[in-house]
Structures are given as C-alpha cells and as structure tokens.
C-alpha cells in the first residue's frame, strides 16, 4: 500500500459523535482543558481522548485499516496503524484510483456493491475483492457504511474498515482443496482417534463397505482392517506406518490394500487423530502375481523354468539320502536343430510344446518337469523307489519321443538323449548334480543318441564336461561373477575377531556349484589367479567396512600355490591395501603346506617380506598334511589353524587332546597364535578352549555369510553364547 507523509487523524470520521472533540491535537494526544472549562468537559475529553488511543490499538492490533470517502471531493483516505502507540500512514486517493487497483475478475461485483449502497439500496459495503498492492495480488475485505446522505438518500460520506485477508483467504483455499480432495479421493480416507475409532471417512470408503457414515460412528478401524502389529509401533514410534493388509468388505470378501497412517497432532491440545487412507493393490497384487509366475515359467511351453527347477531342487535336495535318493533325469532331443532349419523356428516351437506335454503326460503328478532352455527339459522325480523303475521310466520315456510328432502338416520324428544322476551319490548340491546329470546326457549323446546315461566319476574326466565348466568359471572369474562369504572367527565366548573370506559361484546352467569341483580346476587351468585377485579387492574392502565399526576385526583370505608363484602377488596386496586405504596388518593370509611343498626356500622369502609388510600369516589346515615342525621353525607364521580333522573325536579320544595339547603348547612358545576349525559342538570348546585354543571357526558359533550379515553381526557383536 503506498504510504503518505503523516496527517491528522480526523476524529469525526471513527470516533462516535458524544465522543469526537475539536481540541484533541494533531496526534490524538490530549491537551489540557482550557481556562474556565468545566470538570464534566475535562472529563469528557478526557474520555474521548483514551476512547480514540484504544480505538487506534485495536485497529493496529486487529491489521485494519480504517477508510473515509467525501462525495463532494471524491477523496478516500486511508488510515493505518503499522506501529502501535504512532500516528496512522495515511493515502489519499480518489474513488477511480481505488477500482483501477480492483483485479477484473472482481471489479463488476466490487462497482455494484460500491453504488448499490451510494444509493441506498444495500444496507452497508462488504465484499472480498483482489486488488494489486505493490505489486502483488493481496485478498482485501472491504467494509463501511454511509454516515451521511444527501435528502435524495445519496451518500455524501462513507466510512469503513479495510483489511488485508489474503491469508485467511489462503488457508481457506488449502482447506477447501484437501477437503474436496478428501471427498474426491478414490483412495478410502478415514479420520479416527488415536483409539482407531472412525471420525470421518470420504465416500471411497464407505462405498466399499456398502455402509453409511452414520452408520461407522465409533466403530474401530480394526473391524474392517487388520492392523499388524509392526505397523503400530511404527506409528508409535515415528507417527506414520505403511503396510499391506486386507480390507474386509463383506463377511467372505476381502480386498488387498495398502494403508498408510499417520498422527497429526491437534490444534488445540487435545489427544491427536490419525489418518488413514487404503488404497486397492488388487491390480498391484495380479500384476506382481503375474510376473513371479512369468520369472518361474517358461513362455512357450508353460513348464516351470530353469530357476523354478533349481529352486525347487534346492528345497528337496536336504531331504535326499542314500536310500532315499532323489533322481534328476537331463533330457535332450537328438536333431532338432535339423527340423528348426528345415521346417523354421515355429514348426521348432510346437514341437518343444508337443515334446513337453508328451514328457508331462509320462510323468506322475508327483515329479517336476522343468524347461532347462533351448531343446534341454529337466525332470526331478518325486519318487525313485529302484534302479529298475528308473531304468524303465526312462525307457518309457525314449519310447515316446520316438513316436512320430505331426507339425504344420509334417510328419516328424525325433529323439531324445537322458542323462541320470542321484543325489547324494552324484552330487550334494544342486550345481553339482545337474553338471553331472548333463554329463551323463552328453555320454549318452556321444555313444550314438536316443539312449540314457547313467552319471559315474569317469565322466567328470570327460573333456567336454571339463571344457564347458572352465569356460564358464573363466567368464565368471572375468567378469566378477564370483562371490565372497564370511565365516566368522570368534573367541571361546563368542566374541567376533575375524573371518575368513569363502569363495562361492553359482551359474545360470548348473546353480551353485561346490568350491571342491571349482578350485582345481581354476587351479589348474591358473583361473585362481584372476579369483585370488577379486579376493583380496574384496578382503580389503570388507577390511575398510570393519574398520569403520571401530573394531580390530581382520579378514583372511586363502592363497594358492599358484598364487604364491605370482610375481605380481605382493604388488596386488599392497595396492588393494593402499586403495581401501587400510592397514596389511587387517588381511590375514592363509597358506596351506601345499603351497611351500614345490620351494620352501623361495616361498620362505616372499612369506617374510609379507610379514615385513603387516600381514599376518596362518598356516591353514595344520595336521592333514606333513605338518613339519620345521615349517613353525623356519616360516614367520602368526597363526596356526589346526584343521577339522583333528577335532573330530577330541572330546572322546584322550590321545587327540594330548596331542593337540602338545602342538598348542608348541604354537605357545613359538608365539603364534591358535585357531580351531571346524568346531561343531559344545563338548568340542570345552575341551579346545581347556586346552587354551585362542579362536574358533565353525557351525557351533555361525555359519559363513553374507558379508553384510557379517558387518551387522560385528556391528551388535556381543560376547554370547548360542543357545
Ligand atoms: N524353435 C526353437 N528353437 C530353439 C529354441 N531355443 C533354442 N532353439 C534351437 O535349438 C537348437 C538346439 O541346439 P542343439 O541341441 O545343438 O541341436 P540338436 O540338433 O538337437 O543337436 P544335438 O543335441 O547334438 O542332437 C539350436 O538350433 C537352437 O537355435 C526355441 O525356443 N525355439
């Protein structure tokens, strides 16, 4: 608003008429009363004066301004108070400049408000109209009245208030949107106490459950939905909460939902009311739904697919026992690349569908058959009561991929090649099992195809079987492919020092296959390098992870002979060291006597510049091999890690604990370090940690894990006991 020079608040113009008096001063500030004035005028003044200052205080309190319009000059002037206790800033404008301010949205309504009163047709000014001030758009209320007119009944003087409502008018704006969006929300919205009891819901909701507002008053949100118990101490905790429930729409119908609530503190203090809205995840669910199946299920053939399968077989494989073995038939079609090529890719297609519902209808219920990709199916049978019964399923099965197949108009015949193998026998877990099983097709293919093969160790040696296994571990290896579990190493009383990084490697064709078939052949085919390399990246790394804990914990990593022969080994630990900006003396390095059999003396000197640097050293596996005394003696050792075996029937066998007495005593005065593996039970620490075993790896205190599961468990590491 723009402001103009003080002026002299004319007192007429808001001060009632008994009041008004010519002798207040320029400021409203009170004179004296003149000589000879009498005590009532004194005290009349006196009044009218305090009337006015309290008048002027309430209006700068109340942030209106007060305005006067003269017909006769067509003057508006407009007093406001901005400081409390000062004269008023005062505008002088005329009617026009005051409308050319009214936005043109508002100006008919404000002009017609404006001269309806003027000619005595409305009763007094009020309207709500935009006006620009100084550059912005501000809400205005305008009021006022006439205070005089002319005989015609024209007003000739109008006084009123103005006042500046573009917040409220805002907040009402606010208000009014939530309110509709409230209403027109297709989400169910509720309002309810902190007791859950329903305040106020929008239609949504009520449309739902087919019962009216009235007809909700009170009720517990917990009739229609269940809460979970999470959800609530979250919502304790940090005032909103989300989770899946189910809505109950009727006695037998229930609609999935996903409810959000959140406490919203009250305005006046009393106990805060939450919100709540549910929101239909029906098509959520469908399509989530739809697409774990799509992630399980082959498309062309609707049969599980490879991860199913694998899956699948992971669950059943711990169930599996010599004599109650479980049966994995690899099962692939002679030729069909021929009638791909000569008939096209669709005519393939049907006949993948036909072989699959041929192979399905030959199956029982009970066993699984699974798309393992391109012309390959897998079946996992749910009972392998004989060899017999195998044998005879699986000629079944041959016999009827022989039978001609009709595609697009063509008759076709093909056949099929089976690979068996058994678990236990042929494999404990799921990688190993289905390699094997692939072995035992590609054997049945090369001894001339439509036959089934049984898996035997000689196939193992067989060279495609060898070959396609390097090939994918080099991709692997490559492409990082492999991970790294931790197995933890702790104290007697369960506090966590350490662990040993494990490599693990699942493949896409075999899932995960054991490290016992993997690591010779990285071995010898000098993959392991490329391995060892990730391993010691991971170990620093994970170091630089534990290190910020703010504990001592350190992570080992096992070498190979190879790796010890590797010139470039010294550089690749030292900068993995530098780049997780770690200490050497947070990598343990573990070393079989494998690895010092071929030169104790050349691997003597790279042990002692390691050591010379800050790793720690641990001979792994002590007592399986030739466990010379004269490695202790002549290699700086830190740590001895005496091996499972040694473990096995120490609590029962006094020689094996006198034994190992002696070599911890030795490991004592040579000042190394002892760590058991392999520990499975109670009666095995109470013997070890008598005997002054200082850590301990195995089952009884944690399995390997994930390394993150491994950082949390350092993280809330207290010493404790399993139960
Ligand atoms: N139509 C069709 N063909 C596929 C599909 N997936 C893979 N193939 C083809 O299936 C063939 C499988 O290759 P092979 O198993 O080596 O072919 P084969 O002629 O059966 O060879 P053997 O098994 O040695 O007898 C390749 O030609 C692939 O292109 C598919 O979904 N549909």
New binding site residues.
């Given amino acids: 608003m723009t402001t103009l020079p003080s002026a002299p608040l004319d007192q007429d113009a808001i001060i009632p008429e008994h009041l008004a008096n010519p002798l207040t001063t320029e400021h409203g500030a009170d004179r004296p009363p003149g000589e000879g004035g009498s005590q009532h005028l004194y005290e009349a003044l006196r009044l009218a004066s305090e009337a006015q200052h309290q008048l002027e205080l309430a209006l700068w309190a109340s942030g209106e301004s007060i305005w006067e319009w003269e017909a006769a000059s067509d003057t508006v002037t407009i007093r406001t108070f901005i400081v409390a206790n000062h004269p008023p800033d005062i505008v002088v404008l005329n009617s026009q400049d005051c409308f050319a301010r009214v936005e043109a949205d508002d100006l008919e309504q404000a002009r017609l408000a404006w001269n309806m009163h003027v000619l005595g047709n409305a009763d007094a000014v009020d309207i709500s109209v935009r006006a620009s001030m100084e550059g912005n758009i501000r809400w205005l209320r305008i009021r006022g009245q006439a205070v005089s007119r002319s005989d015609e009944g024209r007003a000739l003087r109008m006084v009123g208030t103005v006042k500046d409502i573009t917040r409220y008018r805002e907040a009402e704006e606010s208000l009014r949107l939530m309110a509709s969006a409230f209403a027109s929300s297709r989400d169910a919205m509720l309002v309810l106490t902190e007791q859950w009891q329903i305040i106020e819901t929008n239609s949504a909701f009520t449309d739902l459950i087919k019962l009216k507002l009235h007809q909700l008053a009170g009720e517990s949100l917990s009739r229609f939905v269940d809460l979970p118990d999470n959800m609530l101490r979250r919502l304790q905790r940090l005032g909103h909460a989300q989770a899946e429930s189910l809505l109950q729409l009727t006695h037998e119908q229930q609609l999935p939902v996903e409810i959000s609530i959140s406490s919203f503190a009250s305005s006046n203090g009393s106990a805060p009311y939450l919100i709540a809205t549910l929101r239909d995840i029906r098509e959520r669910k469908q399509a989530v739904k739809a697409l774990e199946r799509m992630a399980r299920q082959d498309a062309?053939t609707q049969l599980p697919n490879r991860n199913a399968f694998q899956e699948e077989l992971e669950q059943r494989l711990p169930h599996a026992s010599e004599y109650n073995p479980l049966a994995v038939l690899f099962i692939?079609?002679?030729?069909?690349?021929?009638i791909?090529?000569s008939l096209g890719?669709?005519?393939?297609?049907e006949?993948?569908q036909i072989v699959a519902g041929r192979l399905l209808t030959m199956l029982s219920p009970a066993d699984t058959l699974a798309r393992w990709?391109?012309?390959?199916f897998v079946a996992m049978l749910g009972d392998t009561a004989s060899m017999r019964q195998l044998e005879e399923l699986t000629a079944r099965l041959l016999e009827a991929m022989r039978m001609p197949i009709s595609v697009r108009g063509h008759q076709v015949s093909v056949s099929a090649?089976i690979g068996i193998a058994l678990a236990p026998q042929d494999g404990y877990d799921s990688g190993t099992l289905m390699r094997h099983a692939d072995s035992a097709m590609y054997a049945a293919?090369q001894s001339g195809?439509d036959r089934v093969d049984r898996y035997r160790p000689e196939l193992d040696s067989d060279a495609l079987s060898r070959i396609k296994l390097t090939s994918l571990l080099r991709q692997a290896a490559e492409r990082s492919q492999l991970t790294f579990v931790a197995q933890p190493k702790v104290k007697a009383d369960g506090r966590v020092v350490g662990c040993e990084l494990l490599v693990r490697w699942t493949t896409k064709e075999f899932g995960a296959v054991s490290p016992v078939s993997f690591i010779p052949i990285a071995e010898e085919t000098g993959i392991i390098l490329t391995i060892g390399h990730q391993a010691i990246r991971e170990a620093a790394l994970l170091a630089r992870q534990l290190q910020q804990t703010g504990q001592q914990i350190s992570v080992a990593i096992n070498l190979s002979p190879l790796q010890i022969r590797d010139p470039q080994l010294e550089q690749v630990l030292l900068s993995a060291c530098r780049e997780a900006d770690i200490s050497p003396m947070c990598i343990q390095i573990e070393l079989t006597e494998s690895a010092f059999l071929d030169s104790k003396q050349v691997t003597g000197l790279l042990l002692h510049t390691l050591k010379a640097h800050g790793f720690v050293l641990a001979l792994d596996d002590f007592g399986t091999g030739y466990s010379s005394l004269s490695y202790l003696r002549d290699l700086p050792f830190d740590v001895i890690k005496i091996d499972r075996a040694f473990l096995h029937d120490i609590d029962r066998d006094e020689r094996s604990a006198k034994l190992l007495a002696g070599i911890v005593d030795l490991c004592r005065a040579l000042d190394m370090e002892t760590v058991a593996e392999g520990l499975e039970s109670r009666s095995q620490l109470a013997v070890l940690s008598q005997l002054g075993i200082g850590e301990y790896q195995g089952f009884y205190f944690h399995k390997p894990m994930a390394q993150s599961d491994f950082i949390a468990l350092v993280k809330d590491a207290s010493p404790q006991h399993p139960a």
């Fill in positions: 062309l692939d079609l002679d030729g069909f690349k021929r791909n090529d890719h669709e005519a393939g297609d006949l993948l990709g391109g012309d390959e090649s293919k195809r």
